[in-house]
């Protein structure tokens, strides 16, 4: 069974960066398109960035309103897979979490709380 460990989560003011990890065992990330999500209280959980697998070239894709701001990228021989978050807004809180990128998921890990705030 596949399991995803996400981590790197805390509380920044407005304007700073964190570096998001996903953890995964049970599976080679790299054979899959993977992505982040993230979801904010009474909304959806949304795709904010995905990679495609290595096949595909690890191509990258980001939604709008992270363009810019967010790096996501793959260690395939750690099997993790990273979210960079830079210029970080308060829209941007929420519980962030990876998996496969699509509808066919994975088990949800725990996610990661990002909180921003001043």
């Known amino acids: 069974q596949v399991q995803l460990v996400e981590s790197g989560g805390g509380l920044v003011q407005p304007g700073g960066s964190l570096r998001l990890s996903c953890a995964a065992s049970?599976?080679?990330?790299?054979?899959?398109?993977m992505g982040w999500y993230r979801q904010s209280p009474g909304k959806q959980r949304e795709l904010v960035a995905e990679?495609?697998?290595?096949?595909?070239?690890?191509?990258?894709n980001y939604a709008d309103s992270v363009k810019g701001r967010f790096g996501i990228s793959r260690d395939n021989v750690k099997n993790t897979m990273y979210l960079q978050l830079n210029g970080l807004k308060p829209e941007d809180t929420a519980v962030y979490y990876c998996?496969?990128?699509?509808?066919?998921?994975?088990?949800w890990g725990q996610g990661t709380q990002v909180t921003v705030s001043s």
């Open positions: 998996n496969r990128a699509g509808v066919r998921v994975w088990p």
């Open positions: 049970g599976s080679a990330i790299r054979l899959y398109a």
């Open positions: 990679i495609s697998n290595i096949s595909s070239g690890g191509s990258t």
